[in-house]
């Protein structure tokens, strides 16, 4: 499996810390989304900056969904199922791949390593200033996953 993080917050008053991390993590902006491996480098990442991201375990549905409706190519140009990255015939060979943790989307030639999504249709359901353990968003959040199918 892989994890898929979301950038819950904005930029201001971040520290440079945590900053240098989500750089490196390819989410410079809010509400930018990226697939990570599920590995302990990951996991020290997020757990770093987890007062800003949200992440959870991804499947291959979520994932194809990602690439079918928010994957980019450079110029900005949608990600077609004919012609998804070298190498790959189609998305879902190319989802399974992410999930299986084969390849990473950030090692992927032709393809964006980060998704820009939208604001939750009808808004969130819990506060995004604190953790999911306090009834927020933030950091491990087992029901991120429908919060990113509204964000899409």
């Known amino acids: 499996m892989a994890y898929l993080v979301v950038r819950m917050k904005g930029t201001v008053n971040v520290p440079y810390g945590a900053n240098y991390t989500l750089e490196n993590l390819n989410l410079e902006k809010k509400f930018r989304a990226t697939i990570l491996p599920e590995n302990p480098q990951s ?9 800003l991201v949200a992440w959870t375990s991804a499947d291959v549905q979520i994932i194809r ?38 390849v990473a989307i950030s090692k992927l030639e032709g393809i964006k390593p980060w998704f820009a999504l939208s604001p939750p249709r009808g808004g969130f359901k819990r506060k995004t200033k604190t953790s ?15 919060i990113v199918k509204k964000m899409m």
């Open 132 to 146: 999911y353990a306090q009834k927020g968003v933030l950091g491990e959040n087992s029901e991120l996953a429908e």
């Open 43 to 51: 996991l020290g990442m997020l757990r770093k900056v987890k007062d």
């Open 65 to 102: 969904e990602l690439l079918e409706k928010r994957g980019r190519r450079p110029g900005s140009k949608p990600l077609r199922d004919s012609e998804p990255a070298k190498g790959y015939k189609n998305l879902q060979q190319l989802a399974e791949d992410i999930a299986g943790e084969r």
